[in-house]
């Protein structure tokens, strides 16, 4: 974890979670996975995924989606979005992946939260996702004095 300084702010941190997923319980199958434990209250600078191994799926006849957010709010930072559409390469910032580079958007930017970060997979008939890589970077800052974001 580093730490730079913002003026008038204090220092903001960095915490680097890589997740592969393989289609077990917290790790692609339908339900959540947990990407960052928050402690207290804090501030999401910047939160941004990146794929690194495309998102794979399992063969089933339904689609296979995934969100970020926070447990009360499973969308905060990124609508729905089928998986399979997520490619190597990409910087997961929105429903619609794009590769290359990005302006940040306001949902990834700039939200105080008390919950931990989290995804969650959804179907529309239990199919799985089983393969992929995606890097997800935060820069934060401790709004209360037990203020903390760490890798899950």
């Known amino acids: 974890m580093g730490s730079i300084i913002v003026p008038g702010r204090g220092y903001f941190r960095r915490s680097t979670k890589t997740f592969t997923f393989d289609?077990?319980?917290?790790?692609?199958?339908?339900?959540?996975?947990?990407?960052f434990t928050v402690t207290g209250?804090?501030?999401?600078?910047?939160?941004?995924?990146?794929?690194s191994t495309n998102i794979g799926v399992d063969a089933g006849?339904?689609?296979?989606?995934?969100?970020?957010?926070?447990a009360n709010a499973t969308t905060?930072?990124?609508?729905?979005?089928?998986?399979?559409?997520?490619d190597a390469s990409e910087f997961w910032v929105s429903n619609t992946p794009t590769a290359n580079g990005i302006a940040v958007?306001?949902?990834?930017q700039n939200i105080a939260i008390t919950q931990d970060i989290q995804g969650e997979v959804t179907s529309t008939d239990v199919q799985l996702v089983n393969a992929g890589v995606i890097r997800f970077d935060i820069y934060w800052l401790p709004l209360s004095s037990d203020g903390n974001v760490v890798a899950a």
């Not at 289609?23 to 990407?35: D, N, P, Q």
């Not at 905060?76 to 997520?86: G, H, K, P, S």
């Not at 958007?105 to 990834?108: E, N, R």
């Open 23 to 35: 289609g077990s319980a917290g790790k692609g199958a339908v339900g959540t996975f947990t990407v």
């Open 41 to 51: 209250e804090v501030l999401v600078v910047a939160l941004i995924p990146y794929c």
């Open 61 to 70: 006849a339904g689609v296979a989606s995934m969100q970020l957010g926070v």
């Open 76 to 86: 905060l930072f990124i609508a729905t979005t089928q998986a399979d559409t997520i």
């Open 105 to 108: 958007p306001a949902g990834l």
